[in-house]
């Protein structure tokens, strides 16, 4: 069985920095992508960054390039979110996702992984 438990979110004023993490549990041989995805109050789940784990490969959605890094540790069965110049726009509940697929365009294209965390909110105030 596979978990994930995120943690690290909270309430931060436009221009700060959260850094999420989410610890995956379960045999590891069961994913080789990860993936931050939020949803805001009313509106879709959406892809926020996402690692293929062979290579490093990491993908972003446009509206956090050059403000979110996501990273991962394979010892630690560990995936992280670095969030800098946080804005309003960027409040939401955050979900780890984890998914195994053949090919680091399967990876990106994927909104339906197979493990997913709970949640952790994230909240920008201006």
């Known amino acids: 069985q596979v978990q994930l438990v995120e943690s690290g979110g909270g309430s931060v004023q436009a221009g700060g920095s959260l850094r999420l993490s989410c610890v995956a549990t379960?045999?590891?041989?069961?994913?080789?992508?990860m993936g931050w995805f939020r949803q805001a109050p009313g509106k879709e789940r959406e892809g926020v960054a996402r690692?293929?784990?062979?290579?490093?490969?990491?993908n972003y959605t446009d509206s956090v390039k050059g403000r979110f890094t996501i990273s991962q540790d394979d010892a630690k069965n560990s995936v992280y979110l670095q969030m800098n110049s946080l804005k309003p726009e960027d409040t939401a509940m955050y979900y780890c996702?984890?998914?195994?697929?053949?090919?680091?365009?399967?990876?990106?294209?994927?909104?339906?992984?197979?493990?997913w965390g709970q949640g952790t909110q994230v909240t920008v105030s201006s």
């Open positions: 996702a984890a998914g195994y697929y053949v090919s680091w365009g399967q990876c990106i294209a994927s909104m339906t992984f197979a493990y």
């Open positions: 379960g045999y590891t041989i069961n994913w080789n992508c």
């Open positions: 690692i293929y784990i062979p290579g490093g490969f990491t």
